[in-house]
């Protein structure tokens, strides 16, 4: 029996057999289409050309303070002021999701992708906040509970937008980036606060993206999403041990920069295989381990779904 898009990805979500693995990848686009209509199109035209089961819609549209551009020290984080919903940061998004969604909402899931609070305000503060958090942990924490009651707000409006879930890019997990005790103190409860306020949403379709490399994995085993993704590489832990420790759907596969980008058909048929070799046909859905590192034609895309579809009883 053929499934149609949502009925193949809620099936993979419970681990059930599928008439085929679903696939979906992304990538980063030009900065003339982040935003609103721009955006959208974008988006429409890539799902119309490299068919994915799922559409992650990107967003480069980070966290902005009313209050504040920069961060430029660690006591400025408790000075920050909530983003209103209204704010462009989330208008730019919510604009272009409404519109993808009122495309194609009805025959693929959609999620949205939301970077976690550490993320933007590691944006806002140049790229500093590791460095903020060790000189002044409680102001940098103040500071992310800020943007973290912003995001619950916005995470709830993607969802009363049709989004099915969201696609939630957690930083901040590199063992060699912070201690246990930061991590689990400073961070962690403000991503759960956002996963949270998704699913209360109604989010039947959570990806936890836990990005960056030699990452503490083992911290993210309660966080609330129906999927999980990373690369595995990097020092992390492989597909197979990854599905041992989260006990759900898995997603990965591929890696961002490798046949993909510039390997050949057959090179990209190899990599599927060993992926679907290693975790099984249930339970998985091949992508890659992060974003894409450079768009590609859409025809390279669709070789990994043919390699699913046509290669089905070689590589199970």
Known sequence: MTLDKIARVRAALRSEQVDRIPASFSYHFPEEMRAGHAMAQAHLDYYRTADPDYLKVMNDNYYSAPNLEVLSKPSDWAKMEEAPLSSQCFQDQ????????????????????????????????????????????????????????????????????????????SHGGQRS?????????YIKPHDLSVLKAASEAGAWFNLLHVCGENVRLPAYTDYPAQAVNWAAQLG??????????????????????????????????????LAVR???????????????????????????????????????
């Open 94 to 169: 919510l604009n272009g999701l409404k519109e993808i969604v009122k495309a194609v909402g009805n025959e693929v899931p959609i999620i949205t992708t939301v970077f976690n609070p550490f993320q933007n305000g590691d944006g806002m503060s140049g790229w500093k906040a590791t460095e903020h958090l060790k000189s002044d942990p409680e102001k940098v924490s103040e500071g992310l509970a800020t943007i973290t009651h912003s995001l619950e707000r916005f995470v709830r409006a993607c969802i009363e937008a049709g989004a099915s879930g969201i696609f939630f890019a």
């Open 177 to 185: 980036r912070h201690s246990d005790e930061e991590f689990d103190k």
């Open 236 to 273: 992390n832990l492989t597909l197979s041990e990854g599905r041992k420790l989260f006990k759900r759907t898995i997603v990965g596969g591929m890696k961002q920069d490798g046949a993909l980008l510039s390997g050949s058909q057959e090179d990209i048929l190899s990599e599927v295989r």
């Open 278 to 316: 290693e975790i099984g046909s249930t339970g998985f859905m091949l992508g890659a381990g992060c974003a894409l590192t450079k768009a590609v034609p859409a025809e390279r895309l669709l070789w990994a779904k043919e390699a699913l579809h046509e290669n089905q009883e070689v590589i199970q």
